[in-house]
């Protein structure tokens, strides 16, 4: 039997889960549930780290962890055997092995989407993976703003007030945003993101949007570095982590 480990693609519906990250209640988090499942096809304990520590609610088409298990299965029967034990809401989309030089810590770019549906009619099929904000909203001035967001900055005035990292300075590389139909498409790549980052950034936007400001707001916030100045921090549903490279 061979230790082996390998690198993990998931995709998750964040709706039921308290966020990617064990707790140690016996609260339901997706890394504590796709360390059941590996665990058991396995039949030793596995750990499983993810390389983005999403909120509670919020959703992922491409969350990259890590595990090493000791198994003589070959990668994709294992893949399958570990997906047969995980809830529909939950797929390891691709499983491949790595050796130790591969760090989970050292990313290169993390992308995230936030979706909101801008109508005044209720989003009832889309009500877990929207934000509903039934208000008019200016798309130009918001797409101003955001590429105000693009460079490198301090983003201390929009982290939540959780946030553990030493450092508030991040790139980000793109950040733009688009309409289709009733759904308006919050896109930003960058090289990391603070605690509640991208979701104050959203609700920032929303709020120039709306005429609470002009987009140059967002450089003076960048300036200034007061989180209390900054918008609100936009419910998780909306939010979904798109991709991770490394």
């Given amino acids: ?34 360390e059941k499942a590996a665990s ?16 509670s609610g919020v959703h992922a088409q491409g969350q990259v962890a890590e595990m090493t298990v000791e198994t003589q299965w070959e990668t994709e029967r294992l893949r399958m055997a570990i997906n047969s034990r995980l809830p529909p809401d939950i797929l390891i989309r691709t499983m491949e092995p790595v ?9 290169k770019s993390k992308r995230y ?14 009500r877990h993976y929207v934000y509903h904000y039934w208000r008019d909203l200016d798309i130009s001035a918001m797409q101003e703003a955001c590429r105000l967001f693009e460079g490198r900055h301090d983003f201390i005035a929009f982290r939540g007030r ?11 590389f793109h950040c733009h945003i688009y ?19 991208v979701r104050t950034m959203v609700g920032t936007v929303l709020e120039i949007g709306h005429g609470q400001g002009k987009p140059e707001r967002v450089m003076e916030l960048l300036v200034a570095g007061d989180r209390r100045a900054a918008g609100p921090c936009a419910p998780a549903s909306g939010l979904c982590l798109q991709w991770i490279r490394f």
């Fill in 99 to 107: 050796d130790e030089k591969f760090n989970i810590r050292k990313a």
């Fill in 1 to 34: 039997m061979a230790r082996m480990r390998y690198k993990l693609t998931i995709a998750y519906d964040g709706t039921a889960y308290c966020g990617w990250q064990r707790q140690v209640s016996t609260i339901s988090t997706v890394q504590q549930t796709v």
């Fill in 179 to 197: 309409r289709r139909g009733p759904i308006i498409i919050f896109a930003v790549e960058g090289n990391g993101f603070l605690y509640h980052m």
């Fill in 113 to 126: 989407r936030y979706l909101i549906w801008a109508d005044h009619d209720r989003p009832v099929f889309y």
């Fill in 40 to 55: 058991y096809i396995a039949n030793h304990p596995v750990t499983v780290l993810g390389s983005s520590r999403t909120d």
């Fill in 162 to 172: 959780q946030d553990e990292y030493q450092t508030t300075i991040r790139d980000i």
